[in-house]
C-alpha cells in the first residue's frame, strides 16, 4: 500500500466521519428545532404574550435564520475540518514514509540508517523497536560478510594444499610416498571436521538440535575425560592435568553427551594452548547451579581479545597453524551447548598466564 494512499484514505475518513455528523447534525435540527421553537411561543403566551398572530412568521424567521446559520456552520467547519484532517494524516503518515525509505536503504546495503524520535508517543515506541530491529540486522548482516570471508579464508589453505601436492603427483614433481598420503589425508580430514563443525553450529541456531535433559552425575563422566586426555599426554614437557571434584555435588539437568562435546572442547583448547605447566578441572555448586571450570597456566588471552572468544573463526593469532588451532568454531558451538542446556559461560584469562574457561548447569 503506497503512503499516498494512506494519507488520502485518512483524509477522506476523517471528512467522511465529519459529514455524517454534520447530516445527523442538520436533520435533527431542520427536523426538530421548528417544533422546538413554536413549543417556546406557546409557553410565551401562556404567561401573557400575544404572539399567535405572528407565530407562523417568527416560525418561518427562526426556520431560515437557522438554515443560514447552519449553511456557514458547515462550510466553516467542512474548511477547518479538512485542514486538520490533512495535517493530521500528513503526521501519521510522515514516520511511515521514513520508515519505507529507511527499509528501502537497508535493501540497497546502507545498514547505518535509523529512525528519529517520533512526537507521537505510539509512533516513538514503534520507531524504538525499528531502530533495534535494524540494528539486530546490521549485526547478522555483519557476521554473515565476516563469516563467509572467514570460512573462505579457513577453505583455502586446505584446499591450496591439496591442488599443490594433486598438482606435483599428476607431473611427478612429486613421489606417491606414505607421507603425502597421509599429508592429503589430513588436509581432507580437516575440511570435513570443519563442514561438520558449520553444520552442527547451523542446526543449534536454528533450533534443530536436540537436546536430550536429564538428571546427570557429572563425576564419573569428568574422571573418564580427564582419564582419557592424561592417556594422550606422555610428554615429560606436557601439562598435568587433574581434576578436583568436591563431596556431595548434587546431579545436574543436562544432556550427558552434548556435556562430554563441551568439556572435550574446553580441555582440548587448554591442552593445546598450554606447552608446560598445569590443567585443572574443578566442579563447584552454587546455588541453584554447578559451575564447571577449566582453568590452565598456559599463553592466555588479551584482554582486547576477551569479547570475541566465542565467536565463530576467532584466533587471537590469525598467522597461527590451522591444524594447531582447530576450525574456530569449538568454542562457539560450547557456547550454544551451554545455552541451550539452561547454563552460561564464561573466560577469565591474562596473557602470559593461564586462561579460565567455566559453564554452568542447573541442578535437578
Known amino acids: 500500500m503506497k503512503n499516498g494512499g494512506l494519507r488520502s484514505r485518512l483524509f477522506f475518513s476523517h471528512l467522511i466521519v465529519l459529514v455524517v455528523a454534520l447530516v445527523t447534525i442538520l436533520a435533527i435540527g431542520k427536523i426538530f428545532s421548528p417544533r422546538f421553537f413554536a413549543v417556546y411561543l406557546r409557553q410565551i403566551e401562556v404567561r401573557g404574550f400575544r404572539v399567535w398572530q405572528y407565530r407562523k412568521e417568527l416560525v418561518r424567521g427562526f426556520d431560515t435564520a437557522w438554515s443560514r446559520g447552519a449553511l456557514w456552520a458547515v462550510v466553516s467547519g467542512v474548511g477547518t475540518a479538512a485542514g486538520v484532517s490533512y495535517w493530521l494524516s500528513r503526521r501519521i503518515v510522515q514516520p511511515l514514509e521514513q520508515m519505507e525509505e529507511i527499509t528501502q536503504k537497508f535493501a540497497a546495503g546502507e545498514m547505518d540508517e535509523r529512525m528519529g524520535a517520533q ?9 524504538m523497536s525499528f531502530n533495534r530491529m535494524a540494528a539486530a540486522i546490521e ?3 555483519h557476521r554473515r560478510r565476516d563469516l563467509v570471508s572467514d570460512l573462505t579464508h579457513e577453505l583455502r589453505t586446505p584446499l591450496t594444499v591439496l591442488a599443490g601436492y594433486l598438482e606435483g603427483l599428476s607431473d611427478g614433481a612429486i613421489d606417491p610416498t606414505p607421507e603425502v598420503h597421509q599429508r592429503l589425508l589430513s588436509e581432507t ?3 570435513r571436521r570443519l563442514v ?3 553444520q552442527e553450529l547451523s542446526k543449534m541456531e536454528a533450533g534443530y538440535l536436540a537436546i536430550d535433559v536429564q538428571p546427570l552425575d557429572l563425576q564419573p563422566l569428568l574422571s573418564s575425560l580427564v582419564q582419557r586426555f592424561s592417556d594422550q599426554l606422555l610428554d615429560e614437557t606436557s601439562p598435568n592435568l587433574k581434576l ?3 563431596p556431595a555435588v548434587p546431579l545436574v539437568l ?7 562435546q563441551i568439556l572435550v572442547n574446553l580441555i582440548g583448547n587448554a591442552i593445546r594452548y598450554t606447552p608446560a605447566g598445569s590443567i585443572e578441572v574443578s566442579v563447584k555448586p ?3 547451579r554447578v559451575w564447571i571450570a577449566i582453568s590452565d597456566t598456559g599463553i592466555g588471552i588479551a584482554p582486547e581479545d576477551l569479547p570475541q572468544v566465542f565467536e565463530r573463526f576467532w584466533r587471537a593469532d590469525r598467522s597461527r597453524n590451522r591444524t594447531s588451532g582447530g576450525t574456530g568454531i569449538g568454542l562457539a558451538i560450547s557456547r550454544r551447548l551451554v545455552e541451550l542446556q539452561g547454563g552460561a559461560i564464561e573466560v577469565e584469562s591474562e596473557l602470559g598466564v593461564g586462561s579460565t574457561f567455566r559453564f554452568s548447569l542447573p541442578i535437578a
Request: hydrophobic residues 35%; charged residues 40%.
Open 139 to 141: 549485526n547478522i548482516e
Open 254 to 260: 543436562a544432556d550427558a553427551e552434548r556435556v562430554e
Open 286 to 288: 552454587d546455588g541453584s
Open 196 to 198: 561438520d563443525d558449520l
Open 244 to 246: 578436583i571434584y568436591p
Open 119 to 127: 512526537e507521537i508517543e505510539e509512533f516513538d515506541h514503534l520507531a
Open 189 to 191: 580430514t580437516r575440511m
